[in-house]
Nanobody, 131 residues
Framework: QVQLAETGGGSVQAGDSLRLSCTVSGDTKGTWCMAWFRQRPGQQREGVASIDGYGGIYYANSVKDRFTISQDNAKHTLYLQLNSLKPEDTARYYC?????????????????????????WGNGTLVTISS
């Protein structure tokens, strides 16, 4: 089993920055895909950014050039740096992953919002942006 736990959310003003962290524990082997999703009030969960074991990094158009996904393998941690935040970025942000499934395409799964194909989820962390 794999456990994911997000931290780093909070309430900030438009234009500010935040860094979200997701610690990963458990049996993580084989090919992998890790991602950040968000769920804005009244909307469905959507993929924000993905990173995979082949070196692929992809972003949703709505966050490109403002958000950066990265990882620290030594710390078993996934990050999402959020810059130039806007009120419409207000959402609960979730860390998600799947492992050892080479038949899936990480970019398509995440940016196509195929949430059912992400095997592991954290509980989310709330980000609130005021104007």
């Amino acid at each position: 089993q794999v456990q994911l736990a997000e931290t780093g959310g909070g309430s900030v003003q438009a234009g500010d920055s935040l860094r979200l962290s997701c610690t990963v524990s458990g049996d993580t082997k084989g090919t992998w895909c890790m991602a950040w999703f968000r769920q804005r009030p009244g909307q469905q969960r959507e993929g924000v950014a993905s990173i995979d074991g082949y070196g692929g990094i992809y972003y949703a158009n709505s966050v490109k050039d403002r958000f950066t996904i990265s990882q620290d393998n030594a710390k078993h941690t996934l990050y999402l740096q959020l810059n130039s935040l806007k009120p419409e970025d207000t959402a609960r942000y979730y860390c998600a992953a799947y492992f050892d499934n080479p038949g899936r395409d990480c970019r398509v799964t995440v940016l196509g919002n195929f949430v059912e194909f992400m095997d592991y989820w954290g509980n989310g962390t709330l980000v609130t942006i005021s104007s």
